[in-house]
């Protein structure tokens, strides 16, 4: 009972992930802020209610909290507006400018507003001023994100800090005592393995200790340092990106922290001026020097006025008219811009996120580093591994932040040489390009998480070359690693050849707007894409409630408990050959499990799966499975009222007519099995303890175990009830005068001997179960024991509840005990072996 309850209080923390379980504490990437973001994330969509919530929230936060940081912040920047201007806010503390100089937080959407002799205008004003609002706020946000992910001026911020509590941390833990501790834990399983003679383990484990050993020496001097500094791992990724991606549009000797400024002011002029242009105009007006410098004068002084008579003095009328006759059509060009900068803007925005994600994954994993090349580096095992997957994960968070880098400014250099091929047409690179990013944001997304399979796969190698001393398999991943990267240049290189065609058609199969426009169904190119949708809908409706996924959990934790059961089985066979010296069977211990999962679920259903679970093979499995189906059917035949005596004459009459008849061995060999496994579970009931501390009493009982007679039982058991009319008993030449208390302790030594006797004669035929002699012996116990408990019930026995009976008499195969000559059969050995001891 106790082994079963601690299977399942351990089947339950596996289950749900305990946090005092060792691989949880060891788990660095459970603990990355990405992962802990999705597990929010997963925990926030798992009901209706928590959807609801997080809405309701984010939407009070985008109103009213959200408006008083800016102000905060825009408060607290120093004033960098032009004089005489009256810039928004909520944007002028981003300080973006374009490339004229003015800040894009003093641009303004300039039509005549209307009055009451004017209500079209005045209406059409109270419309787009809102739209214009959210499109300015949206835009410059989008603007200033980027130039802010690749200055680093925010990591600069919080450096110093990061750098002091790093150097603490390191003083508390990497002390001599740490580091000796550690040396001599890990120099326990060098001598461990070359007592095992595994050498080549062993001088891996010198070897890596050597190298953490030196390694430590610079690290632990400044933790951060080659993260932090001015000239750190950060840094010159970022500028390796940018030079890259300024090299690729024909930059040859780029100074990065000139290209980033040139960046946001490019930025700036393609994203908010030129659209803004369009927006008002209906044309870009910077096409006119005079125009030019007319608009940036009058959106520097915030003065609409100046700017319509700027318009009208350089001669654009059509601007000018524009701006005093506004229409409808400007509703709907306000509304595709807002759509269009979105898109493009966000997948800028999600570059830069990555970029600020990856440089804080390579500090998270720096602080975890401290405590590998301190102490957890020298220990072979888990917290080796552990140092191991931060350093490869620091190393590919730096190459994942260059990379992202890259793909920032290529994407930022490349709208800008769009825009610039336009001459004007800012609209068709908004439409056109936002269909395309839409596609860019999908692929990005996927070679983000292709990175991070080639992370966990260097970080898997390089853990099980340090594990196996060197000689680590994975080969399949290292080709599958290089076939991917392959097709990719591939496709980079031939975007229109067939492969590259069925690349798109997959692109768009996988695309979630695809799944939106199918209704709703994943893949609709797929020839089974309707079958899975079906199953998809019948899981959400068995969903819907907490019940209805608590139910679904239970049934595998059911499924989890019964493998546990059937492993108990296992580890009880083994230990019964141990005790037997008998070799190991996979067919015992299947037979074990099977009775295991038997007795405790009382479904033979539930076999297969547990015994697979546990790790039985397909075969061994199908022979218990049947064994163990045939006891539980031919035990409803018999005709007992006790089920396990019922489950012992059942698989004792199936062993004996298969190898009576010569069936299969294998199929004779497990139904012996599935017998011992049921002799064991009966002799579980009846495990003794019973004394009869009288000598005349112990003779009685024996002389009736190895003689059933029902006069004998039906007296002692009208003496056990309290009839002392008659207190004598006898049987053939052993008579003894017993009181109620006797009859009912000699009672229950009785079918306690009975079960002793029947596990002795199992456990000899085991030695051999081929000898037709032995298993006699065990039939006639059977059949004593069943004679008995008949008796018990009142019941006579007959031809249907009882074994026929050997002739054993003066046996040659086995001697009688000098002690008991009247006793033949079974070794006493194996009798004082198993008396009054519990099995």
Known sequence: MRSLLGSSIRTDQSSFGLPWEPQFFWDTDRWRPQMVFRRFRTWIAASRRRRRTAWIVLALFALFVFPGLVHAVSGAQPGTATQGTAPNAATSWMNIRDSYGVNVSSYMLVVDRGGVLNLGNFALWIILMPLFAVWQLLSITGVWLPAKALDFQWLNLISAPLQAMARNLTTQIATPLMAATALAIGAFFVGYFIVRALYAKAVTQVVTMIFFAIASVFFLANPLGEALSDHGVLVQGRDLGLSVAAGLNGNSNPNPNQLVATLQMTMADNFVRYPLQVWNTGHVVDSNPSCRAAWSAGMAAGSEDRVRNGMRSCGDGAAYSAMQNPGVGQIGAGLLLLLCAVILLAFAAYLSIKIMWAALDLIYYGFASIFGFAAGGYIYGPTQTFTVRCVVHGFISAGKMAFFVIALGV?????????????????????????????????????????????????????????????????????????????????????????????????????????????????????????????????????????????????????????????????????????????????????????????????????????????????????????????????????????????????????????????????????????????????????????????????????????????????????????????????????????????????????????????????????????????????????????????????????????????????????????????????????????NRRP
Request: without cysteine; aromatic residues 6%.
């Open 411 to 835: 994407y930022e250099l490349l709208l800008g040489s769009l825009f610039r091929a336009a001459n004007g047409q800012i609209m068709v690179v908004f439409v056109i390009g936002a269909g395309v990013e839409i596609i860019a944001i999908i692929q990005v997304r996927r070679l983000s998480r292709n990175i991070d399979e080639a992370n966990d796969w260097v970080t898997n190698r390089i853990g099980a070359a340090i594990q196996s001393g060197g000689s680590s398999g994975g080969g399949g991943g290292g080709a599958a690693l290089g076939m991917g990267l392959g097709m990719g240049n591939s496709g980079a290189a031939n975007s229109m050849s067939p492969l590259a065609m069925l690349g798109a058609v997959s692109t768009i199969n996988s695309s979630p707007v695809t799944a939106w426009l199918a209704g709703g169904r994943l893949n609709p190119f797929s020839p089974w894409s309707w079958l899975d949708h079906m199953d998809k809908r019948n899981k959400a409706r068995g969903m819907k409630t907490k019940d209805l996924r608590a139910a679904a959990h239970a049934g595998v934790n059911t499924q989890v408990h019964n493998a546990n059961t059937a492993r108990d089985g296992i580890a009880r066979a083994r230990r019964r050959a141990r005790n037997l010296r008998l070799a190991s069977s996979a067919d015992r211990e299947a037979a074990f499990a099977a009775q295991n999962v038997v007795h405790m679920t009382g479904l033979s259903s539930n076999i297969p799966f547990a015994l697979q679970m546990a790790g039985v093979r397909q075969r061994v499995l199908h022979r218990a499975w049947n064994a163990t189906t045939d006891v539980i059917k031919h035990t409803d035949k018999e005709p007992l009222q006790s089920g396990h005596i019922g489950s012992v004459v059942a698989a004792h009459g199936l062993f004996e007519n298969d190898l009576v008849n010569g069936h299969d061995p294998h199929m004779m060999m497990a139904r012996f099995h599935a017998l011992e496994a049921v002799v064991d579970r009966y002799r579980g009931d009846f495990p003794g303890g019973v004394a009869l501390r009288s000598n005349e009493l112990e003779e009685l009982g024996r002389s009736y175990v190895l003689n059933p007679e029902m006069d004998f039982i039906t007296k002692l058991q009208k003496i056990a009830s309290g009839d002392t009319s008659d207190t004598i008993l006898v049987h053939g030449a052993h008579i003894a005068d017993v009181n109620p208390e006797q009859a009912d302790r000699l009672g229950k030594w009785i079918t306690n001997e009975h079960a002793l006797r029947i596990q002795a004669a199992t456990n000899w035929v085991a030695q051999d179960p081929t000898d037709l002699e032995r298993v006699r012996v065990l039939r006639a116990e059977i059949d004593n024991g069943t004679q008995t408990i008949q008796y018990q019930q009142g019941k006579m026995s007959t031809g249907a509840n009882s074994l026929a009976q050997p002739d054993t008499a003066h046996s040659p195969f086995m001697p009688p005990d000098p002690r008991h000559p009247e006793e033949p059969r079974i070794p006493w050995d194996l009798i004082d072996n198993l008396r």
